[in-house]
C-alpha cells in the first residue's frame, strides 16, 4: 500500500527587540543570572498593564508581507489561559481570531531535481504573542526552579498548512525561513539556542484517500536535522500502526533526540480547552494602507529575488547564487568584490571554495573573516591580467586570509615577483626540452597534450612564479 504524508509546522521565533513584548524589560538575557531582568508586568503581578511593542509589532508584519501575508487591517490579541509553573499570569497574551497577518506562501526548493519556480509551502497565518518563562532542574536537586528572565519575551508565531509533502521539505522550509529571518534582521533565528523553535504536525493517509489523516503533533526538537529525523520516525511509525490495521492517536510526542524515537506526552488540546477572550488591557490595532504600503516599500531584497538578479545579471550558477544568497553578510561580501569589477563566476568561486572553505574549516563565520572585498577583487584582476600565476595567487590568498594585509604588501614581502626575464626562463625551457626527449617526441607527432606537460615542468621549476603564457610560448619557439 502507499501511503501520502502531511506535515505542517508551527514556529515560533524570538524577536530580538530591545525590550520585552508588553514591558521595559531588557530582552537580552541571555547569560544573565535567573531572574535579574524581571518586572511586575513580566512577572505577572495582578493589576498592572501591559504596553504593546511597537517594534514587534512591525516586525511581524514585515515578515508576514516577506512571507505573502494578507495583512489585516484590524487585529487584536487575546488571552489563551492555561495553568503552567512558568507562567505566573496562568494565560498568555497571544492571537486568536484576528491574527496580524494570513494566507502567505513561501517557494522553496527541495530535493535532488526541485521543480522550476519551487514549491509553495501555504502558509495559514503568522502572528505575535510572548514566551513563557524557563523552568530549570539543577543536577542534585530533587525539585525545579521557575527563571522568568524569558517571560515576556516577543514570540513570532508561523503556522503553515499541511501542505508539505516529507520531512525533507519541511527541512528546507525550516532553512529557508530561517534566511529570511536573517535578512530581515528581526531575530538571530538560532535553532540552537532557542531562537527558532519548531513544532510539527503530521499525518498519513492511504494514497487514494482525500481526508489527511489523523494528525499526531511533535514537540522537542531543536535542531533542522531533528526535525528530519522525528519526522522520518513518526513517518515510519504511523505506516506501520496503519499496515496492522491499528489507529493513529491524536496527541502530542516529545521527541527523544538520544534514543532516536518519540514518545506519547499527552493528548492534544483544542483551541475550546484555552478560554480564549479578548486582552481587555490592549486596544485593537487598526492598520492604513500607507502603513502597510510603506512597510511593504522598505523589505530588503530577499534571498530568493537576489538569487535570481545573481543569475540574470551576473550570469554566475545556480548553485553558487543560492549559495551566496544564503547568508547575507556573505551575499554583501560578494557583491562588494564585484563593485571592483572582478569576473563573477570566477569572484564566486574564489568566495565560496576558498574563503568560505577556510571559514567553515576553522569553525569561523563571515564577520570574523579578515580579507578586504576590494584586495579579493585586485587578486583576481592580477590573475585575469596574467600578471601572477594560479599558484602565487594561492599563496597570496592564504596569507590574505590569516593577516587581512594587502597584495601588494604581501608580494613585496615574500618577494613574490613574477619571472618574466626572458633570457633566464630560456635556460629552463631549453633544460626542460632536454631532459624530456620523449615527451617531445610525442609533441612532434601531434599530441597536444605534451605541450601542457612541459609547461607543467618549466613551472615547477620556476616555483611557479613565471607567466604561463611566456612558457609556453617560449616552449613553441624552442620546439618548432
Ligand atoms: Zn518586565
New binding site residues.
Partial sequence: MNYKTNIGLEIHVQLKTKS?MF???DNNAEGKEPNT???????GYPGVLPVANKQAIEWTIKTALALNCKIAKYSKFDRKHYFYPDLPKNYQISQYDLPFSNHGFLEIESGENPPAGGKKIHIRRVHLEEDAGKLLHPEGRDDSLVDLNRA?TPLMEVVTEPNITSPGEAKQFLQDLRIILRYLEVSDADMEKGHLRCDANISIRKENEKELGIPVEIKNMNSFKMVEKALVYEEKRQKELLEDKEKVERETRGWIDTKGITVSQRGKEEAPDYRYFPEPDLPPFKFSDKYIADLKNNLPELPAEREKRFIKELKINHKDAKNLVSDRLLADFYEEVIAQKADPQKAANWVLVEMLGRLNKKGLDITQNRILPTELAALIKKIESKEISGTIAKEIFEEMFESGKAVPDIIKEKGLKLLTDETSLNKIVQKIIQENFRVVCDYKKGKVAALQFLIGLVMRETKGQANPNTIKKLLEEKLR
Fill in positions: 520585552k514591558c521595559g524589560c531582568v524581571v518586572c511586575p508586568i513580566c512577572a515576556g
